[in-house]
């Protein structure tokens, strides 16, 4: 999209916030400028707390793009390659992954362990699907109880499938190999270094007054807090601001977290995703006619897009407290 395109985004975006009744907040950013910002709705039904563009979010799976760029941090550190074996950092744990499988089947997708939220099914995104109780996902090797016991369903490398377990698997290395907890190795990697003051990942049993409570319905009174885990991993979980994620893309493409090899591999794309109109690269999708990056998740309480142009430097983020709000706002970003 061309830079002449971001005054009008703005103005868009923001009527169909409120045709929608919509509540998060929309940003335009063209380089270091802002070009629009605008927050809608309430950020706490019980109180009556307006969302304010400084509120933070949850934004479940954009939280793989911090995952693949925390690994891409220890590849430049020559803690391991696209090729390194899982096996030998699992050693007897989850048994049913096959010995085959690598770090970078895991990033692209292409891994086909079996996974713990398996987004193929019917079910609607506000059901209760963790098999254990959620306070019990607190720290990476706590996930271990969701990942056991799921085989295989393809070779390793045979095709894409969209994967949550992979990307928590994704932590539990990161954390084996460093002997650092994943949050910390988020921080330290990829928070710090992109200058992001209000990212990371809280625990939502230790609620803080900035970040905005998530809704299973667009009016009723009912949070999201005991279907996610209580401590996000290397899938979801991240909490974070508008102003954060633009910041977080002029990070990435000045080359202050990750080196411009890394980078381009982590961006480079590996399949076209048919079903989604788009293309995957390695933590991050890929529009199929430009070189916008883009990262988005879905889940109960959260819906949220961040897309960056890396030639003109425009980026344009819409995060709701709603399951579904974010999508009636993006409608494709703009027509």
Do not use: C
């Amino acid at each position: 999209m061309p830079p002449a395109d971001a005054s009008t985004l703005g103005p868009t975006l923001h009527a169909r916030a409120l045709a929608s009744g919509f509540s998060g907040v929309v940003r335009v950013d063209l380089g270091d400028e802002l070009v629009f910002t605008e927050a809608y709705g309430l950020a706490d039904r019980a109180h009556g707390i307006a969302a304010t563009p400084e509120h933070r979010f949850g934004v479940a799976s954009i939280a793989k793009g911090f995952t693949a760029l925390t690994l891409g941090a220890l590849l430049d550190e020559g803690r391991l390659t696209l090729e390194t074996p899982v096996r030998p950092v699992l050693g007897t744990d989850l048994p049913l992954v096959d010995d085959r499988v690598t770090v970078g089947h895991l990033l692209a997708h292409t891994s086909g362990i079996g996974d713990y939220l398996d987004e193929s099914g019917d079910g609607e995104i506000t059901d209760y699907v963790l098999p254990v109780p959620t306070h019990r996902l607190d720290d990476a090797e706590g996930y271990l109880a969701v990942l056991d016991g799921r085989p295989q369903v393809s070779e390793p490398g045979a095709q894409f499938a969209y994967n949550n377990s992979g990307y928590v698997l994704l932590a539990l290395l990161a954390q084996r190999i460093t002997g650092t907890p994943f949050a910390t190795l988020v921080h330290e990697r990829v928070l710090a270094p992109a200058g992001l003051l209000r990212t990371g990942f809280p625990r939502s049993d230790e609620p803080a007054a900035d970040v905005a409570v998530g809704y299973l319905d667009e009016d009723g009174p009912r949070t999201n807090v005991l279907h996610l885990p209580v401590r996000g991993s290397g899938d979801g979980g991240l909490v974070t601001t508008a102003g954060d994620l633009a910041a977080f893309w002029r990070a990435v493409f000045a080359g202050r977290v990750v080196s411009p090899g890394t980078l381009a591999a982590l961006v480079e794309p590996v399949s076209d995703v048919p079903d989604e109109g788009m293309r995957y690269g390695r933590g991050f999708w890929l529009e199929p006619d430009s070189r916008d990056v883009v990262l988005e998740g879905y889940d109960a309480g959260v819906s949220a897009r961040t897309r960056h142009d890396p030639t003109t430097g425009l980026t344009v983020t819409v995060l709701a407290n709603t399951s579904d709000g974010a999508w009636p706002v993006l409608r494709e970003d703009a027509d």
